[in-house]
């Protein structure tokens, strides 16, 4: 079985969409317990009636509106197993963007209220219109809306841009601009997208008087994803009735897209844990040797100096037993006790002549080509 996690909104969508007991089919909630749930999450629920009066045609109340919530924002929801399309599939998706009150999907004939990118592309592609040069098609500039027309279509298209860009955000997404593109950024994910017009030249059918636009014109919204691309166009339904489903599609896709990003970004934080967990170990490792190397080389040469001092306690006793204790003798002795003082690493005492001296391995430090 799989499990979806629903935002607030999301479930208050769900159940004004469709009622308790279809939902429960959906879900592995009984409609008891999916109506706890929303009670839990201050989520308003439609009255007793309500879904026989919607079946039926009636009048009923108005959607009650989702409030501030300080407490949990997430529902954790299991599908049944034999669940073709989940809530967030497209055509779940579709269906709660269609009874979203905060979102309007009907394109007006003329704008109202427009977006400011809306009276910025339409400020700069009326000059093109102007500067045109009887060019068939004029484009928005740079760091616009991306919309490629011709002027007598200009008018539908700001139309439905307006609608489809203040749902969008209505909806969650944001809308971006660059010297490259228009973007729909959803969650983590940026889709490219651009409004253009196709045309198609008229043929003319012998013994018939010929058309006077010479041309079908065919609006199309393109949305170029990571790996692949989607055009909606007018068809059998005009591109402003598909609102709902262009919406659906990207808002669907960039939650899917979202999550499987997050689960590699997981899986890649997780084997960098690994890792670095090992890396970890290994630097131990090394650390641990090297710093037994360092306590065997010291060892040695305390043992060396032990042995230079025994060395030269017995030369002081040799000399006296012999009586060859002279003061130059006295000297060596003295100067032995001395090199085993220097080399001893519990004394280290200094020694002007041996100072540039290797301890451990009894040479010259190597100078640079300075020195």
């Given at each position: ?8 909104q999301e479930l208050y969508d769900l159940v004004w969409g469709e009622s308790m007991l279809q939902l429960a089919k959906r879900f ?163 889709y490219a997208f651009w409004c253009h017009e196709n045309l198609t030249e008229v043929t003319k059918v012998p013994g018939t008087i010929q058309n006077k636009d010479k041309y079908i ?155």
């Amino acid at each position: 079985m799989k499990e979806v996690k629903l935002t607030r909104q999301e479930l208050y969508d769900l159940v004004w969409g469709e009622s308790m007991l279809q939902l429960a089919k959906r879900f592995i909630i009984s409609d008891v317990g999916l109506r706890k749930k929303c009670r839990s999450l201050e989520i308003p629920l439609p009255n007793a009636g309500y879904w026989a009066k919607v079946k039926y045609g009636k009048k009923v109340t108005e959607k009650r509106p989702l409030r501030d919530f300080n407490g949990e924002q997430t529902a954790l929801l299991k599908l049944r197993e034999d669940e073709n399309e989940n809530a967030l599939s497209h055509a779940g998706m579709k269906k709660m963007i269609e009874s979203d009150n905060r979102i309007n999907l009907i394109v007006p004939e003329k704008l109202s209220n427009p977006d400011k990118m809306i009276l910025s592309v339409k400020e700069q592609l009326k000059q093109k219109e102007v500067l045109k040069e009887h060019r068939l098609f004029i484009h928005s500039p740079q760091n616009e809306l991306s919309i490629t027309v011709r002027p007598v279509t200009l008018p539908r298209v700001l139309c439905f841009m307006d609608t489809l860009i203040k749902a969008m955000r209505g909806r969650g997404f944001e809308i971006k601009l660059s010297r490259e593109s228009s973007f729909f950024v959803f969650e983590r994910e940026e889709y490219a997208f651009w409004c253009h017009e196709n045309l198609t030249e008229v043929t003319k059918v012998p013994g018939t008087i010929q058309n006077k636009d010479k041309y079908i014109s065919t609006l199309c919204l393109h949305v170029k994803f990571q790996w692949s691309s989607r055009e909606w166009q007018d068809g059998k339904r005009i591109l402003e009735q598909q609102l709902s489903s262009i919406i659906a599609t990207l808002e669907v896709r960039g939650k899917r897209e979202t999550e499987e990003r997050i689960i590699r970004e997981n899986h890649w934080a997780e084997l960098r844990r690994k890792e670095q967990i090992e890396k970890n170990i290994q630097d131990r490792k090394e650390k641990e040797l090297n710093d037994f190397k360092e306590l065997f080389k010291k060892a040695i040469r305390h043992d060396k100096a032990e042995m230079i001092r025994s060395y030269a306690d017995k030369l002081e006793k040799h000399a006296i037993f012999n009586n060859e204790l002279t003061a130059e003798k006295k000297e060596e002795i003295d100067w032995a006790r001395k090199k085993a003082d220097w080399y001893d690493p519990f004394i280290e005492a200094d020694d002007e002549l041996l100072s540039d001296v290797e301890k451990e391995e009894l040479i010259f430090k190597k100078k640079n080509w300075r020195g």
